[in-house]
């Protein structure tokens, strides 16, 4: 199983909006609805931010949104803040009945 | 509060052999599937391994990296989970962290500290 395809680097300025894109297969991103997204930052463990594309977990800000359009699922960051910048993962279910992470992006608020 | 803490990791030939332990704690842990994910010195994450929580059939998923390598168990009992590691090898060095899941395979709601293997001679 191949890793979800990310960029590897986004940027943004406080209070402007970035996309992180994550790209799979037919068998994984396009196949279901299970795709999430975890924020991690330098030594931390990944906290989750999107689960089932676009659901937010308790206590997530609405700023987080997640979307997807046949393999390709998309996690929006509104109105940047500076503890935004992190490493951002997104995982997908997939048809061999597996999670697949992408490579990671990290975002950096300017 | 839902808590995971990972122990067991540590320094191990190439070849040999170690098992990693999740004690959790602050939630029903038999109802919930949990997993395992390492995260390799500056690397990305890597899902490992999940396990069903309590039912009739309890189902195992494993990667396949470590499918044959690793195995996956639970002791409802006692609120652990465990990843039994066997031939070990330079590329199995990471942080192994344990996660909770929202549903099987879902999406990871919480997380545990991890715990450090190291795989060196």
């Known amino acids: 199983q191949s890793a979800l395809t990310q960029p590897a680097s986004v940027s943004g300025s406080p209070r402007q909006s970035i996309t992180i894109s994550c790209t799979g297969t037919?068998?994984?991103?396009?196949?279901?609805?299970?795709v999430s997204w975890y924020q991690q930052h330098p030594g931390k463990a990944p906290r989750l931010m999107i689960y089932?594309?676009?659901y937010r977990p308790s206590g997530v800000s609405n700023r987080f949104s997640g979307s997807k359009s046949a393999n390709t699922a998309s996690l929006t960051i509104s109105g940047l803040q500076a503890e935004d910048e992190a490493d951002y993962y997104c995982?997908?279910?997939?048809?061999?009945?597996?999670?697949?992470f992408g490579g990671g992006t990290k975002l950096t608020v300017l | 509060e839902v808590q995971l803490v990972e122990s067991g990791g540590g320094v191990v030939q190439p070849g040999g052999s170690l098992r990693l332990s999740c004690a959790a704690s602050?939630?029903?842990?038999?109802?919930?599937?949990m997993n395992w994910v390492r995260q390799a010195p500056g690397m990305g994450l890597e899902w490992l391994s999940g396990?069903?929580?309590?039912?009739?059939?309890?189902?195992?998923s494993y990667a396949d990296s470590v499918k044959g390598r690793f195995t996956i168990s639970r002791d409802n009992s006692h609120n652990t989970l465990y990843l039994q590691m066997n031939s070990l090898r330079a590329e199995d060095t990471a942080v192994y962290y344990c996660?909770?899941?929202?549903?099987?395979?879902?999406?990871?709601?919480?997380w545990g500290q991890g715990t450090l293997l190291t795989v060196s001679s």
């Open positions: 602050g939630f029903n842990f038999r109802i919930y599937a």
């Open positions: 089932d594309v676009t």
């Open positions: 037919s068998s994984d991103v396009g196949a279901y609805n299970y």
């Open positions: 396990m069903s929580g309590s039912g009739s059939t309890v189902i195992t």
């Open positions: 996660a909770r899941d929202e549903g099987w395979l879902q999406g990871f709601d919480y």
């Open positions: 995982s997908s279910y997939t048809t061999s009945g597996t999670v697949v």
